[in-house]
């Protein structure tokens, strides 16, 4: 399944909700790690890739084999690896957890950059 968003703010819930049907239609579990995994990347596709209310956001929802994948591709300007403290007594910046989330959570996940970058992630859902 392929859900195009519109970007900015209001995409984050619209993905949500998406998350939200898809996991109803297929009585999945796992729905809470589903939507927070969604959330971060899709506002990662906002924050970091730039994808305003005039541009796009793809969720990619699929699910083989007893797992779901879920991809989400903006046009950003690529993949930059940003090696963060892990402690939450960093004096780093606020914010910045999405992807050690992502990395907690989901059993794999990886980057494809290209002309688009695609963020992904997949669980379990036995």
Excluded: Y
Aim: aromatic share 4%; with cysteine.
């Amino acid at each position: 399944m392929v859900i195009e968003l519109r970007g900015g703010p209001a995409a984050i819930g619209a993905a949500r909700h998406a998350i939200d049907e898809f996991a109803d239609q297929e009585q999945l579990p796992r729905v809470d790690d589903l939507r927070l995994l969604v959330s971060e990347l899709v506002t990662n596709s906002v924050l970091h890739g730039g994808a305003g209310p005039n541009d796009l956001v793809e969720l990619h929802v699929d699910r083989p084999c007893g797992r779901v994948r879920v991809e989400v591709c903006d046009a950003g300007r690529g993949w930059t690896q940003q090696i963060r403290s892990t402690s939450l007594e960093s004096d780093q910046t606020p914010g910045g957890w999405g992807l050690i989330l992502v990395g907690a959570l989901a059993d794999s996940w990886g980057v494809e950059a290209g002309d688009r970058t695609c963020v992904w992630f997949e669980i379990a859902v036995n």
